[in-house]
């Protein structure tokens, strides 16, 4: 088994980074790696159910028989669960089963058990070591990696967390091989963000590559995780707390955590980020910062990804501009949009902040430019 090793440089924490390692057969390594990089005499497992059900028995009987303690917290799957009861829950779980500060945490699911499972390593008795095992394809290539932890409020997505490191990232893809297709497809909409805002011959390579990639080509799916944890590893390094360019990961974002909320969660993350992205780049494009042609651009790859690229016609401009003002990223009344100069090319922004700040009406008028949609 060859693993890839791919470095985040933290020039400001402790340990000074970690590393994301990417290689099939990792998961039935993980003992080995936890004695390596996160030794503890216990370890919380933080899941949902769904994976739980594949994996969480294969995971502790791995974890005993080398000797680990280990404890499974599952709760039910989905984005609506990410959310301050079910921090509650678990930590009270925790906290009668006895895991005190010497434990550690193994975030174990996709990006919401990430998230969750982070924000409690983040807080639990006022923080505990953190090994991340990402079984989504959005966990493994975005999510999993940078250190963004939390929970969703009826304000908005992720706007109650922490940054909390981990020790390590251990990404399995063979993991994929029972991960439903919609959640598949609404991971390769962050790898076509990777693509549009840091390299454009990776964004052709994932066009070219649809079909393998639809396919789940197991081949086709670890090039991509690697060159995707390559990107986002390059972009947090040196930028730990998003003061720069790490903010161009936030790309589609605007819009897109705006059409999640407002869809309820029907539609999926990715899902939402694949409309964020073609929005936000006509967006650019009608404020002449990016090259004409980009959101057509997008649309295709996304397209050939079978991702959405609208907003729903049920949804109005309004609501989904109302909903974008509750977003992090809203500054002194003009909400920040980050954006990109052309097809792999993140654009700087006004005095080197890599955030735009953007009227409303402009965004008005590219969101309800419904006949220009195609
Ligand atoms: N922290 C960050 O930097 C960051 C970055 C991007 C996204 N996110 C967050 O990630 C979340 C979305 O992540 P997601 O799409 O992975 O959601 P998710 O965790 O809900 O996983 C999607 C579904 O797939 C199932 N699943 C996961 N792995 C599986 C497997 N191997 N086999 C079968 N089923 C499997 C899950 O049970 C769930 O039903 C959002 O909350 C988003 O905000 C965080
Ligand atoms: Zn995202």
């Not at 983040?122 to 090994?131: D, F, H, S």
């Not at 509750?326 to 902040?353: C, F, I, Q």
Request: with cysteine; hydrophobic share 45%.
């Amino acid at each position: 088994m060859t693993a890839h090793r791919i470095a985040v440089s933290l020039p400001e924490s402790p340990a000074g980074g970690y590393e994301i390692l990417v290689g099939g057969g990792l998961f039935s390594a993980l003992p080995s790696i936890l004695s390596r990089f996160c030794p503890a005499p216990r370890y919380a497992v933080i899941t949902d159910d769904r994976v739980a059900e594949l994996y969480a028995l294969k995971l502790s009987r791995n974890l005993h028989a080398a000797g680990h303690r280990t404890d499974v917290f599952a709760f039910s799957s989905g984005e609506a669960n990410k959310t301050r009861d079910t921090w509650a829950v678990v930590t009270d779980a925790m906290l009668e089963a006895g895991l005190g500060r010497d434990c550690a945490v193994i975030g174990f699911g996709g990006g919401v058990p990430g998230d969750l499972g982070g924000f409690v390593a983040a807080t639990y008795m006022r923080g505990l070591p953190l090994v991340q095992v990402p079984t989504s394809l959005l966990a493994m290539i975005d999510a999993s990696v940078g250190g963004k932890t939390g929970v969703d409020t009826p304000m908005g997505k992720n706007l109650v967390g922490a940054f909390h490191q981990p020790r390590t990232v251990v990404v399995d893809p063979d993991l994929l091989q029972t991960l439903p297709d919609a959640h598949l497809r609404a991971g390769l909409a962050e790898a076509v963000k990777h693509g549009a805002i840091a390299d454009a011959e990776y964004l052709d390579w994932i066009e070219q590559s649809a079909p393998a990639l639809l396919a789940g080509d197991a081949e086709a799916l670890c090039r991509l995780i690697v060159r995707s944890v390559e990107i986002k590893a390059e972009i947090v390094s040196g930028d730990e707390f998003e003061a720069g360019r790490r903010k161009l990961l936030n790309f589609g974002h605007t819009v897109g955590h705006a059409v999640e909320a407002i869809s309820d969660f029907a539609l999926l993350h990715g899902e939402a980020v694949a409309i964020g992205m073609v929005e936000e780049a006509r967006v650019g494009e009608r404020l002449g910062i990016t090259a004409a042609g980009t959101s057509a651009r997008l649309r295709r790859v996304l397209t050939r990804l079978g991702l959405p690229t609208s907003i729903p016609l049920e949804f109005d401009a309004a609501g989904v501009i109302e909903r974008t003002r509750t977003d992090k990223k809203a500054r002194d009344g003009r909400v920040e949009y980050a954006l990109v100069e052309s097809v792999g090319t993140g654009s700087a922004g006004p005095h080197g902040r890599w955030g735009h700040p953007i009227a409303d009406e402009t965004v008005a008028e590219v969101l309800s430019g419904v006949g220009s949609r195609v």
